[in-house]
């Protein structure tokens, strides 16, 4: 009688399809599949993750699902008496994962979704704060007095007045001259 891994093995060089393939469309590592095919199932993942690979594999090749599962749970000695119910239950969840190939597109729009939002409140902060930046900046421009006088206020103690009191004579000196034209 021939054994799980070599009747496997047969049946996907009779298809001509390489173990790289296979891995590649199910993204069941090599490793893996290459110790199914040689009835290493010690160093297969346990339980249902073993039947998963089962499975992947034999869909790739075309193969009926159930009956090399039921192959595969007798030669590893993993056949259970529930395992009727429990292999229903992973057949309506693999049909689900391999039927939900486009939630890929769906989490890159997520992923640029995120960045465009990401990117827009940085915008905004930035806008706040530039607009932050200019208020202080203008409101210490009143405020405080020009370079210029800055300077000559820390030579004489009693600059300020004298400026004050020029430019009101200014003002009133326009006004006056407005009013007699």
Known sequence: MEHFGEALRCERQRRSVSLEDI???TKVTVRSLQALESDAFDQLPGGILSKGIVRSYVRFLGLDES???DRFLDASGQRNPSAASSDKDWAAFALSVSTHRGG???DTKLR???VVALLLLLCGLGWIVYGYVRQRVTALSIVSPPSAYAATSTRHSTAPAPIVAQAKKKSHHSASSHSLR
């Open 67 to 69: 009956e090399w599962v």
């Open 112 to 114: 640029w979704a995120g």
């Open 104 to 106: 890929r597109v769906t």
């Open 23 to 25: 891995a590649q469309t």
